[in-house]
């Protein structure tokens, strides 16, 4: 299985709680009963738990959460390098290659269509930056990103998503009235 796909369906694993052992739906319903706000942390470190765990078998698997990596490598100019800070990065080999993760949440479909945007927009600099990131001396490539959109309440409507294109998938979480988005942007493409 390429690392595109293996990476997907963890990411699904994970968002559709289908391990018996996954505290997201019942952490989930409690945000909704409550109209909790300004979870999304809690729910990275969730992932960076479920990630940690759930690769532990793969040779060469790491993963990072909120490095800053710089964007542009001129070393002439300072002042046009921009640092970036992706919610996860995980790499599966040693060629120094990265797949990066972003997340929102929210209980409104337009905020969240919203947020999702602006970070597709962030990542498009990539590709006029010859797809490489920086962390301290090392250059990764960037292989794409995954966009995740996790929605808190009854609006499981795709069409409430005006930006998204149409190969985002689209999914439940289990128990819960929340749904999510999962984007997947190759940059080698």
Not at 30 to 51: P, R, S, V
Not at 59 to 78: A, C, F, L, P, T
Not at 125 to 151: E, Q
Request: hydrophobic content about 30%.
């Amino acid at each position: 299985m390429d690392s595109v796909k293996k990476i997907e369906n963890k990411l699904k694993e994970f968002l559709a709680s289908e391990n018996d052992n996954s505290r997201l739906p019942s952490v989930l319903k409690t945000i909704e009963k409550c109209k909790i706000t300004g979870w999304e942390k809690w729910l990275q470190i969730e992932m960076a738990h479920f990630l940690e765990n759930s690769f532990a078998d793969d040779i060469g698997y790491r993963w990072s959460r909120e490095y800053g990596y710089q964007i542009n490598h001129d070393e002439k100019n300072e002042e046009k390098i921009t640092t970036i800070y992706p919610d996860f990065a995980i790499s599966f080999d040693s060629e120094e290659s990265l797949y990066l993760v972003e997340l929102k949440v929210s209980d409104n479909p337009s905020t969240l269509d919203s947020e999702i945007q602006k970070d597709r927009e962030k990542y498009e600099l990539l590709k006029k930056k010859d797809n490489t990131l920086l962390w301290g001396r090392k250059r990764y490539a960037v292989k794409g990103v995954f966009y995740i959109g996790l929605l808190s309440n009854n609006s499981r409507n795709k069409n409430n998503f005006d930006n998204l294109p149409r190969e985002t998938k689209f999914g439940s979480i289990l128990s819960t009235n929340s749904s999510y988005m999962l984007l997947y942007s190759g940059h080698t493409l």
